[in-house]
């Protein structure tokens, strides 16, 4: 069965999509995605979008799922690269995804990422302001 | 019913030039004050129409109007409605050119038939049912005419109405100008997209400066403008709200949720350099002689 590769970048998880999103793929995504979040215990996530030419709304929804799943789990989401024509349609289809961060590349994306991690988390080696 | 044959071709052609004096006469005393047609040129219309109403009128019957017999003389007046359009005759002065052939001719039958009540009344009908059929068609291709121009214009509208300009590295303007409707939004929507990924600009100002009126509507395609961009990872900021529109804005209930707004495009030029971490200050005066 064909699935979506996650990879790993040292606290940040990356996910690729490459292929058009099939409503069982995009679940099996946030299977996936869920249990590395949580064996990693990364902090964040970045979802490549820029190669998804079609959305329909079940695959807006996971998306929005994903990210607020990935909250839960105590880790950033952002979206990036979303073609105009997707955008498009997503805000026709009523589909804000308010609750997902996005930026236009992966560059945008992971300074994005680096901006949201807690301070507190990198080590402490002269803190003592 | 009226029966196969109508004597109307022959009456045409007896009467013919008659006709076409009585019916420029009639003509000019209706439109002669515009002074934009010249009885020349109206003298070379009505013979060409009628003579090809005649030759028309002995092939085919006034029924079969829709069919191929009838073209050249529906091209005739598609022609001559379409000219008096362009020259800014009315609807009604148009189809008139046509309607004003029906006193001369009816006044005619009467003479010609004097002495007979039912030919008079068929000859009559015939005639009538014509006139009304070309003149249907003259205000339907006068409309047409006119349609084409407003389509035209409204296309030019929209290509010229919709820039998106580049004003820094990573800060695009839109500036709106005019009414929006969903055509216009969707173009409008569209192209900003489009020149946010090919510069590659997270910051966009759509200013609406130049929108005479904030409805429900337009706040609508306003916000799903900013949804999209935002989806693709730009913040966009809308400026040049007047007051009017401001009050406007806040009557009508709409919500512009966590949208930033900025009452002219300085104040958001100003807000995007800072979220892009830039600063602007004043040159060092040059004029000091350097050590």
Redo the contacts between chains.
């Keep these: 069965m064909e699935r979506i590769p996650i990879l790993r970048m040292g606290e940040f998880l990356l996910v690729t999509i490459q292929v058009d999103m099939h409503d069982r793929l995009a679940l099996t995504l946030q299977d996936d995605l869920t249990a590395a979040i949580s064996k990693n215990s990364s902090r964040g996530v970045l979802i490549d979008i820029s190669s998804l030419e079609i959305v329909d709304s079940f695959i807006g929804r996971t998306l929005g799922n994903i990210s607020a799943m990935a909250r839960v789990l105590d880790a950033a989401t952002v979206v990036v690269g979303m073609r105009p024509a997707v955008a498009i349609t997503l805000v026709e289809l009523g589909m804000a995804l308010s609750g997902v961060r996005t930026a236009l590349n992966v560059e945008k994306g992971m300074q994005l990422l680096q901006e949201c991690l807690p301070p507190k988390l990198q080590e402490d080696d002269d803190s003592s302001d | 019913m009226i029966t196969s044959r109508s004597r109307l071709p022959e009456f045409l052609q007896k009467y013919g030039s008659d006709l076409h004096n009585e019916w420029v006469r009639e003509q000019l005393s209706i439109i002669s004050r515009h002074g934009v047609i010249r009885e020349n040129e109206l003298r070379d219309e009505t013979r060409r129409f009628l003579a090809l109403l005649q030759e028309t009128l002995q092939k085919a019957s006034v029924e079969e109007f829709s069919t191929g017999a009838w073209d050249n003389m529906r091209q005739l007046l598609s022609e001559i409605s379409r000219s008096r359009g362009l020259q800014g005759f009315s609807p009604t002065e148009t189809a008139l050119f046509v309607l004003s052939l029906k006193r001369p001719l009816c006044e005619r039958l009467k003479k010609e038939f004097s002495n007979d009540a039912q030919a008079l009344y068929n000859e009559t009908w015939v005639a009538t049912e014509l006139l009304e059929k070309l003149a249907l068609h003259t205000s339907e291709a006068h409309l047409k005419a006119r349609e084409e121009v407003i389509s035209r214009q409204q296309q030019d509208l929209l290509e010229l109405s919709t820039p998106v300009v580049k004003l820094w590295e990573g800060i695009l303007v839109l500036p709106m100008i005019g009414t929006l409707d969903s055509a216009r939004t969707?173009v409008v929507?569209?192209s900003l997209?489009?020149r946010?990924?090919e510069t590659?600009?997270?910051v966009a100002i759509i200013d609406i400066t130049g929108v005479p009126t904030v409805d429900t509507l337009v706040a609508q395609h306003l916000l799903?403008t900013v949804?999209?961009?935002?989806?693709?990872?730009?913040d966009c900021i809308i400026s040049g709200i007047r007051p009017q529109i401001a009050q406007t804005i806040v009557h009508l209930g709409v919500e512009l949720g966590d949208v930033t707004t900025k009452s002219n495009i300085s104040d958001a030029f100003a807000l995007a350099l800072r979220q892009r971490g830039l600063t602007v200050c004043k040159q060092k005066s040059t004029s000091a002689p350097k050590p």
Aim: aromatic letters at 0%; a neutral charge; proline letters at 0%.
């Design positions: 969707q929507m569209e997209l489009q946010i990924v590659g600009s997270d799903k949804t999209a961009a935002r989806l693709m990872g730009a």
